[in-house]
């Protein structure tokens, strides 16, 4: 199996920083795409940030020049760097990655347990 585990939430104040991690153990023989979503209270999961083996990424228009994502393929980690966070931030933020746990087949769609990210001052 495959365990996707996240840090980094936390409170932090509008205009601030904060970084989030992922990291991927288990059985894992390749990852291909690596995300972070987001959910607001009582409203739908969104994507914020993908970025592929590759390295491409592609971002949410209500993030776009504040966050950044970025992966380390030899650790199997991915990362989202907020700066310049907003009160409308404030979600629980899952981390997401498309994981083949062999070298055949189609890759299997594994989430983190989610980290809570509060932005207020």
């Known amino acids: 199996q495959v365990q996707l585990v996240e840090s980094g939430g936390g409170l932090v104040q509008p205009g601030g920083s904060l970084r989030l991690s992922c990291a991927a153990s288990g059985s894992i023989f390749s990852i291909g795409a690596m995300a972070w979503h987001r959910q607001a209270p009582e409203k739908q999961r969104e994507l914020v940030a993908v970025t592929t083996s590759g390295g491409s990424t592609n971002y949410a228009d209500s993030v776009k020049g504040r966050f950044t994502i970025s992966r380390d393929n030899a650790k199997n980690t991915v990362h989202l760097q907020m700066n310049s966070v907003k009160p409308e931030d404030t979600a629980v933020y899952y981390c997401?990655?498309?994981?083949?746990?062999?070298?055949?087949?189609?890759?299997?769609?594994?989430w983190g347990q989610g980290t809570q990210v509060t932005v207020s001052s």
């Open positions: 997401y990655a498309a994981v083949k746990t062999k070298s055949w087949g189609v890759p299997g769609v594994y």
